[in-house]
């Protein structure tokens, strides 16, 4: 397993996080900001969790471009 096939990983990770959507998904599970609350619930595990799952939707254009360049090199390099 290389460097490359890592990054992939993390990509494919990345993407499904930013793809969850918060009325049908989250908020029925307890994981909106609204229900961390408090100036201590994002200190929390669960209130890092439910931070990183908001950046990656907020990082939505880089990820279009990062799936765009990883499709370009996988045919670039068969």
């Known amino acids: 397993m290389g460097l490359w096939t890592v990054l992939q990983g993390f ?11 918060e009325d049908r998904f989250l908020t029925p599970r307890g994981w909106s900001f609204a ?12 209130g890092q ?9 907020y990082m939505r254009l880089p990820l279009i471009l990062l799936n765009g360049i990883t499709i370009v090199v996988k045919f670039v390099s068969f």
């Open 49 to 57: 969790i439910i931070g990183l799952i908001y950046a990656a939707q």
């Open 35 to 46: 229900d961390v609350g408090g100036a201590h619930g994002a200190n929390t595990f669960k």
């Open 11 to 21: 990509l494919l990770i990345a993407n499904a996080f930013a793809i969850l959507n």
